[in-house]
């Protein structure tokens, strides 16, 4: 089996990428350090473009798949479903992006195209 980077060092390094490309990314609750599962909340310009969540593929690849089909306006909306999520998953890491075409700094960390 193909050892797996820890869902932190993803993270950190999503963060510093997201950011030094000029945009803003921010981690609104962190999880497990090791094998935390991750959904993103996407924005450009501070207007919702999805929620993300990174799941493993039969093929042992993570894939992004979006959970919201439609941009979300209202904040509460996209906390009660965060909350909900973190519920049933006390180890989720949840954190936002803003900056245009947000899941596709995601996507090159996995090797997605």
Do not use: C, H
């Amino acid at each position: 089996m193909t050892p797996r980077l820890a869902t932190s060092v993803y993270v950190n390094a999503l963060v510093r990428r997201v950011n030094a490309a000029g945009g803003m990314a921010a981690v609104l609750s962190k999880g497990d350090e090791s094998a935390g599962a991750l959904l993103l909340v996407t924005l450009e310009k501070g207007r919702n473009t999805g929620l993300w969540e990174r799941a493993l593929g039969q093929d042992g690849a993570y894939r992004w798949t979006q959970i919201s089909v439609q941009s979300i306006e209202n904040e509460q909306e996209i906390s009660e479903i965060l909350s909900r999520r973190r519920r049933f998953d006390p180890d989720l890491w949840v954190v936002e992006l803003d900056i245009a075409d947000a899941a596709r700094f995601a996507a090159d960390l996995d090797g997605e195209r």
